[in-house]
Nanobody, 117 residues
């Protein structure tokens, strides 16, 4: 019923910027929590940014910014000064208040970010 769809990934040269979007659709009242994770091939998933206390991984502090547009049920990740080590699949995770009175954690399908030298 509830879907999260990421977009905005692509190929960019080191030093460039991308903005990822995460659109939530379905029987949604509000997004109460938003986080972005990334996973490189053969490596574990790591938390990049989250809205609780506006937390960022040490590796992206000063370069990435997480935000949310509540009216659009959309989350964003602005990524500046991208580095090859930022390459990976970026996944949106959100806790959503739904019409049935419950809150559930949902995951998007991921969007690929590739940073070249």
């Amino acid at each position: 019923q509830v879907q999260l769809v990421e977009s905005g990934g692509g190929l960019v040269q080191a030093g460039g910027s991308l903005r990822l979007s995460c659109v939530a659709s379905g029987s949604i009242i509000s997004i109460t929590y938003l986080a972005w994770f990334r996973q490189a091939p053969g490596k574990h998933r790591e938390l990049v940014a989250s809205t609780d206390n506006t937390n960022y991984a040490d590796s992206v502090k000063g370069r990435f910014t997480i935000s949310r547009d509540n009216a659009k049920n959309t989350g964003y990740l602005q990524m500046n000064d991208l580095k090859p080590e930022d390459t990976g699949t970026y996944l949106c995770n959100a806790v959503v208040a739904t019409g049935n009175g419950r809150q559930y954690s949902y995951w998007g399908q991921g969007t690929q970010v590739t940073v070249s030298s």
